[in-house]
Antibody
Framework: EVQLVETGGGLVQPGRSLKLSCVAS????????MSWTRQAPGKGLEWVASITNSGGSTYYPDSVKGRFTISRDNAQNTLYLQMNSLRSEDTATYYC????????WGQGVMVTVSS | DVVMTQTPPSLSVAIGQSVSISCKSS???????????LHWLLQSSGRSPKRLIY???NLDSGVPDRFSGTGSQKDFTLKISRVEAKDLGVYYCAQTTHFPWTFGGGTKLELK
């Protein structure tokens, strides 16, 4: 059974940093792209970042480019999202997803950016 | 960026009715490999989204065949036949043909 478990969320002040983790199980992690997608409270879904199987390429929308960094450790079956220079508009539930077609989702982790 | 426009934003339905949701993209979603990366997801209240259909018309495992997806290029439709209570929630179309990947605004399916 595919499982994606996110951790690392919490309350953080504007301008500070936070790092999310997603531990994957139930599939061969290094066979798949991985992604982060977020959902602000009461709002729709927004793609945040993706990384190729090997980690050699990464992709971001303009809203987070230069502030967020996606990475992975294939030996540990773990995906990361380093979030710097956080803004109030980054407040959202962050989901770890498998692949490039949103097949499997984690339970999500809440990030609140507020002073 | 590819803009995904979903209509209607909300639908009230009686159990057993059939409904359709439209999703239109601002650009063709046909990728260079000839495939169309348009997907449909359902987010039930308080839950993570769940993918129902990938690449326009392919049902994910365990998704009942009451769900069907059709369309091409820039115009897509999700049809739900004989709606059941467990079908309620917010439906999203989403494209992964062009970066940045984008979602429609959602269609909330509620009981009449």
């Amino acid at each position: 059974e595919v499982q994606l478990v996110e951790t690392g969320g919490g309350l953080v002040q504007p301008g500070r940093s936070l790092k999310l983790s997603c531990v994957a199980s139930g599939f061969t992690f290094n066979n798949y792209w991985m992604s982060w997608t977020r959902q602000a409270p009461g709002k729709g879904l927004e793609w945040v970042a993706s990384i190729t199987n090997s980690g050699g390429s990464t992709y971001y929308p303009d809203s987070v480019k230069g502030r967020f960094t996606i990475s992975r450790d294939n030996a540990q079956n773990t995906l990361y999202l380093q979030m710097n220079s956080l803004r109030s508009e980054d407040t959202a539930t962050y989901y770890c997803t498998r692949g490039g077609q949103w097949h499997y989702w984690g339970q999500g982790v809440m990030v609140t950016v507020s002073s | 960026d590819v803009v995904m426009t979903q209509t209607p934003p909300s639908l009230s339905v009686a159990i057993g009715q059939s409904v359709s949701i439209s999703c239109k993209s601002s650009q063709s979603l046909v990728y260079s490999d000839g495939k169309t990366y348009l997907h449909w997801l359902l987010q039930s209240s308080g839950r993570s989204p769940k993918r129902l259909i990938y690449q326009v018309s392919n049902l994910d495992s365990g998704v009942p065949d009451r769900f069907s997806g059709t369309g091409s290029q820039k115009d897509f439709t999700l049809k739900i036949s004989r709606v059941e209570a467990k079908d309620l929630g917010v439906y999203y179309c989403a494209q992964t043909t062009h970066f940045p990947w984008t979602f429609g605004g959602g269609t909330k399916l509620e009981l009449k």
